[in-house]
C-alpha cells in the first residue's frame, strides 16, 4: 500500500508521478451517428468564441501490435465511424506511455473528423518502468538515454517505417479510412523530440530520413531543447508547425533547466505557419492529454493521483501499511484544479483541431480563426503567437 507525508523530496514524488500518471483509457466518442462526405468546413464561430468543427464524428479503435524495422511497436488506430477516407494524424506519446495515451487529443481529433494512429515502440513503453534501472530509481538516466541521440534515430526508423506499414495494411477494413496524401504528425515528451525532427530540425549525431512528402504539419505538446541546443538546430525546420507549452511545463526528468527553454524552438524556427500556445498554467502531465484523476473513496489515503491533481510536489512515497490520520478538506482546491485542467484540455483541443484543419483541409475558416479570433478567445489565460 502506498501513502503519501508532507516534506518529502521532488524527486520520489516525481518518479511516483511518472508511474502512477501512464496509463489512461481511450473514450468513445458519441456525439451523433455520422455519414456521408466527411470533408465539412468548420464553423464560423460567433464573436471571438472558440473553434468548433461542423460535425462531431463517432470514433472505433483497432488496437495492434507490429514488428517495425525488428522492433516491437503497440499502435492505436481511431477512426470516425462514419464510411469515408480521413487524413492521417500520426500520434507519439510521452516515455513510458501506452499506445492508448493522449486519449484526451486524439479523441478530439478523429471526432473532428482525422484518422488518429498512435505508434509507440514496446521498449519507449509502460514496460521501461518495470526494469532494473526503474527498480533502483534511476529514472532520469533512463530518460537521458531515451533522448539520446542514438535512440531518438532509432525511433525516427521506426516512424519512417510504418508510415510504409500503413501503406501496406491499406487492404484491412480500419486502414482503409486513411488518407495519405495528408497526414500531421504530432508527439508529447519524447514523442515530441521525434516529432521535431519530422519537422527539420537538425540533431547532431542523426542522419536526416527522408519522410512522405504528404506530411504538412507538426504538432508538438512539451517541445524538447536541452542545454546543448544551438539556435542553427531549430533554422532547418520547413514545416508548418504548432508547438505547445506553459510556465509550468516543468521537466519532470531534469533534463531541462527551465520551462522556458521548451520556447526555444520556436523562437529560432524560420517564419511561415508557425505557432506558438504558450499556456498560463499547465503541468507536463496535463499537455499529456490523459483525462483527470477519478474520485477517492478513501478519507484518509493520499495517492500521487491527489498531488497530480493538487499540485503538491512535496509529498513522499512510503511502503507499508497506511497510517490513519484526518485528511484536510482539499474538495474546493480539488474542485478548482479539475476546472483548471479542463478549461486548458478546451484550448489545446480548439487551437490543435484549427490548426489540423488549416493545414491538412487548406480551411481559411481554421486559419482565420488562428490569426485573428483565438487570441481574444484565450484571453489571459494563453497566449497563441504565430510568425
Not at 517564419?271 to 484523476?293: C, D, E, F, R, T
Amino acid at each position: 500500500m502506498i501513502t503519501i507525508r508532507p516534506g518529502a523530496s521532488r524527486l520520489r514524488v516525481c518518479a511516483a508521478l511518472l508511474i502512477a500518471g501512464l496509463f489512461c483509457l481511450v473514450t468513445a466518442g458519441c456525439a451523433s451517428s455520422s455519414s456521408g462526405n466527411p470533408e465539412v468546413a468548420a464553423t464560423k464561430p460567433p464573436g471571438n468564441g472558440a473553434y468548433v468543427p461542423n460535425r462531431r464524428y463517432e470514433t472505433i479503435a483497432t488496437q495492434e501490435s507490429w514488428t517495425v524495422n525488428g522492433n516491437q511497436v503497440d499502435v492505436t488506430l481511431l477512426v470516425p465511424a462514419a464510411s469515408g477516407t480521413y487524413p492521417l494524424v500520426l500520434y507519439m506519446p510521452g516515455l513510458g506511455e501506452p499506445s492508448e495515451a493522449g486519449s484526451t487529443w486524439r479523441q478530439a481529433w478523429a471526432r473532428a473528423g482525422y484518422a488518429v494512429l498512435c505508434v509507440q515502440p514496446t521498449q519507449f513503453g509502460t514496460a521501461i518502468w518495470s526494469s532494473s534501472r526503474a527498480r533502483a530509481g534511476d529514472f532520469s538516466g533512463i530518460a537521458r538515454d531515451a533522448y539520446a541521440g542514438k535512440s531518438l534515430a532509432m525511433r525516427a526508423q521506426i516512424l519512417q517505417d510504418a508510415f510504409a506499414q500503413v501503406s501496406r495494411r491499406q487492404r484491412g477494413p480500419a486502414f482503409a479510412q486513411i488518407d495519405l496524401s495528408r497526414i500531421a504528425v504530432a508527439g508529447f515528451d519524447l514523442g515530441a523530440q521525434t516529432a521535431q525532427l519530422v519537422a527539420g530540425e537538425s540533431v547532431r549525431g542523426v542522419e536526416p530520413l527522408r519522410f512522405p512528402d504528404a506530411v504538412k504539419g507538426v504538432i508538438v505538446l512539451s517541445p524538447y531543447a536541452d542545454r546543448a541546443s544551438e539556435e542553427s538546430n531549430f533554422q532547418s525546420i520547413h514545416l508548418p508547425v504548432l508547438a505547445v507549452t506553459s510556465a509550468h511545463d516543468a521537466d519532470t526528468y531534469r533534463l531541462i533547466a527551465s520551462p522556458s527553454m521548451r520556447r526555444t524552438p520556436f523562437e529560432y524556427m524560420p517564419p511561415g505557419q508557425k505557432y506558438l500556445l504558450l499556456l498560463a498554467s499547465a503541468a507536463h502531465g496535463v499537455l499529456s492529454g490523459a483525462g483527470p484523476a477519478a474520485p477517492r473513496d478513501s478519507e484518509d489515503t493520499f495517492t500521487a493521483d491527489d498531488d497530480k491533481i493538487l499540485g503538491d510536489e512535496t509529498a513522499e512515497i512510503q511502503d507499508g501499511p497506511r497510517k490513519r490520520r484526518r485528511r484536510p478538506d482539499y474538495t474546493a482546491a480539488r474542485t478548482a484544479r479539475l476546472a483548471q485542467v479542463a478549461r486548458v484540455q478546451g484550448q489545446v483541443q480548439a487551437v490543435t483541431t484549427a490548426y489540423l484543419d488549416a493545414v491538412l483541409r487548406n480551411d481559411a475558416a481554421a486559419a482565420q480563426w488562428l490569426k485573428q479570433n483565438a487570441k481574444t478567445w484565450l484571453g489571459d489565460s494563453a497566449e497563441l503567437m504565430t510568425k
